[in-house]
């Protein structure tokens, strides 16, 4: 009697510290021997707060970098040999940053395609082991998308175990997208990067894929992010265009790579003239784009949403996007995959921009696929494990697959076509466009 109920205790046990450790809504492509192999990572990523973070410069051949320090005498060099020597000294420069710590932002310029670059910076004074990066051509490139890696989201983010293992499905991910595509020419990341937006050690874990030495991300403000200048220290965005109404993280932003104009809103600012101030400012300092892709956290098109939504995100930012002839928009925060019909005005059109939602990058959390979607979806995806999605630009098209990393399947194919014109847009317009997606809906 006594020994069965120690065993039924010892299963209660088990059941309990299995239902607290792992929540439902995740779901990983690594294995157990995966996470087991991770594990020694883990402290050593934990121990370096002064980890690097790469992102786009203001165009090809231009990289931005950002680091957190405790002194502000830092330093970085960059050089065309593995020795650093002839290494060129890059300006530093410092501003207040989380936790009274320092953070440092270096652009390196005129970059020269297709050339391989070694470079090195001090954490608190000592410099770095040189690291290795090869700049990717901007005519016929791929860049990967993914969206809400939010390390710390599958549990009680509190536990070491639960950040492991999002960092363990995050690594993965990066891993297996950058053995697909090794050419990449950076990722975009549509936000959530963290759970907690003023944790460092959710930010060491973001950071720690070693491939992302290398490979510049463009991330974007999500409401995981929004509410602490946690995002803004340590991701060193080009041209971020002033707000009103910016949130703590910071402001949205764009940047161009070859024949595309890319733009990232930050959908936590809902304020139609902060929105419109950096689509027109991206738009008018590079009006002959052939392409122009938005990212933005909060997809007005979600799987999630009802056909008549009359949400703000819908109403002004689609209303936006009518009016400055955006292709692509790349979005996340549902942790659901799904891709519409081409949208003007608020309904199915011959000409207009595509909507992407994409749905977790590092497993850590999935939401469920509505048993019936709007009638603008065309294809939505509950698959329980991380995806990441490819698009190549250089055709007269743009071409788009999102991949499963436990299969390798392709989950959705589809291509982009130009919506470019030369049409002219101002408050007026988009308040009248605003209107007419909103007459659509009734
Ligand atoms: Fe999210």
Same mark, same amino acid.
């Given at each position: 009697?006594?020994?069965?109920?120690?065993?039924?205790?010892?299963?209660?046990?088990?059941?309990?510290?299995? !239902?607290?450790?792992?929540?439902?809504? @995740? #779901?990983?492509?690594?294995? /157990? $021997?995966? =996470?087991?192999?991770?594990?020694?990572? &883990?402290?050593?990523?934990?121990?370096?707060?002064?980890?690097?973070?790469?992102?786009?410069g203001?165009?090809?051949g231009?990289?931005?970098?950002?680091?957190?320090?405790?002194?502000?005498?830092?330093?970085?060099?960059?050089?065309?040999?593995?020795d650093?020597?002839?290494?060129?000294?890059?300006?530093?420069?410092?501003?207040?940053?989380?936790?009274?710590?320092?953070?440092?932002?270096?652009?390196?310029?005129?970059?020269?395609?297709?050339?391989?670059?070694?470079?090195?910076?001090?954490?608190?004074?000592?410099?770095?082991?040189?690291?290795?990066?090869?700049?990717?051509?901007?005519?016929?490139?791929?860049?990967?998308?993914? !969206?809400?890696?939010?390390?710390g989201? @599958? #549990?009680?983010?509190?536990? /070491? $175990?639960? =950040?492991?293992?999002?960092?363990?499905? &995050?690594?993965?991910?990066?891993?297996?997208m950058?053995?697909?595509?090794?050419?990449?020419?950076?990722?975009?990341?549509?936000?959530?990067?963290?759970?907690?937006?003023?944790?460092?050690?959710?930010?060491?874990?973001?950071?720690?894929?070693?491939?992302?030495?290398?490979?510049?991300?463009?991330?974007?403000?999500?409401?995981?992010?929004?509410d602490?200048?946690?995002?803004?220290?340590?991701?060193?965005n080009?041209?971020?265009?002033?707000?009103?109404?910016?949130?703590?993280?910071?402001?949205?932003y764009?940047?161009?790579?070859g024949?595309?104009?890319?733009?990232?809103?930050?959908?936590?600012?809902?304020?139609?003239?902060? !929105?419109?101030?950096?689509?027109?400012?991206?738009?008018?300092?590079?009006?002959?784009?052939?392409?122009?892709?938005?990212?933005?956290?909060?997809?007005?098109?979600?799987?999630s949403?009802?056909?008549?939504?009359f949400?703000?995100?819908?109403?002004?930012?689609?209303?936006?996007?009518?009016?400055?002839?955006?292709?692509?928009?790349?979005?996340?925060?549902?942790?659901?995959?799904?891709?519409?019909?081409?949208?003007?005005?608020?309904?199915?059109?011959?000409?207009?921009?595509?909507?992407?939602?994409?749905?977790?990058?590092?497993?850590?959390?999935?939401?469920?696929?509505?048993?019936?979607?709007?009638?603008?979806?065309?294809?939505?995806?509950?698959?329980?494990?991380p995806?990441y999605?490819?698009?190549?630009?250089?055709?007269?098209?743009?071409?788009?697959?999102?991949?499963?990393?436990?299969?390798?399947?392709?989950?959705?194919?589809?291509?982009?076509e130009?919506?470019?014109?030369?049409?002219?847009?101002?408050?007026?317009?988009?308040?009248?466009?605003?209107?007419?997606?909103?007459?659509?809906?009734?």
């Open positions: 009697m006594k020994k069965s109920v120690k065993i039924l205790s010892l299963i209660l046990a088990l059941i309990m510290a299995f !239902s607290i450790s792992v929540c439902a809504e @995740s #779901g990983y492509a690594h294995t /157990e $021997e995966d =996470l087991k192999a991770f594990l020694p990572r &883990w402290n050593t990523i934990q121990a370096d707060y002064t980890v690097i973070s790469l992102t786009p203001r165009e090809a231009e990289i931005n970098f950002a680091w957190l320090s405790a002194t502000e005498s830092e330093s970085f060099r960059i050089s065309d040999n593995r650093m020597s002839s290494a060129k000294e890059l300006e530093v420069h410092q501003e207040k940053a989380i936790n009274g710590l320092i953070s440092n932002n270096v652009t390196a310029t005129s970059l020269e395609e297709g050339k391989t670059y070694y470079y090195s910076y001090t954490e608190n004074g000592v410099f770095s082991e040189p690291e290795k990066l090869t700049v990717q051509p901007d005519e016929n490139f791929t860049v990967l998308y993914i !969206s809400d890696a939010q390390i989201r @599958s #549990g009680d983010e509190t536990l /070491e $175990e639960v =950040l492991v293992r999002d960092t363990c499905g &995050w690594n993965y991910t990066v891993d297996k950058t053995t697909e595509f090794p050419s990449a020419a950076f990722v975009i990341s549509g936000g959530d990067q963290f759970q907690s937006p003023d944790s460092l050690t959710q930010m060491k874990a973001y950071l720690s894929p070693e491939e992302l030495r290398s490979l510049p991300v463009a991330n974007t403000i999500g409401n995981h992010d929004d602490s200048t946690l995002y803004g220290d340590i991701f060193n080009p041209n971020e265009v002033k707000e009103l109404f910016s949130s703590e993280a910071g402001t949205g764009y940047y161009t790579y024949d595309v104009l890319f733009i990232t809103i930050n959908t936590e600012n809902t304020s139609l003239t902060d !929105s419109q101030r950096v689509i027109r400012s991206a738009v008018k300092a590079h009006p002959d784009k052939k392409w122009r892709v938005v990212t933005m956290h909060r997809n007005p098109y979600s799987a949403l009802s056909d008549d939504d949400s703000d995100i819908r109403l002004l930012f689609s209303s936006l996007y009518d009016c400055y002839d955006i292709d692509l928009v790349l979005s996340g925060h549902d942790h659901l995959y799904s891709r519409t019909k081409v949208m003007y005005g608020g309904k199915e059109a011959d000409e207009g921009t595509v909507y992407l939602q994409t749905s977790s990058a590092s497993g850590s959390n999935y939401d469920p696929l509505p048993e019936q979607t709007a009638s603008f979806i065309v294809s939505a995806f509950d698959t329980r494990v995806t999605t490819a698009l190549t630009f250089g055709g007269e098209t743009i071409e788009v697959s999102t991949y499963r990393t436990d299969t390798d399947e392709i989950i959705d194919s589809f291509e982009v130009d919506n470019t014109s030369d049409s002219k847009s101002n408050i007026f317009t988009v308040i009248f466009s605003i209107f007419r997606t909103l007459f659509s809906m009734i």
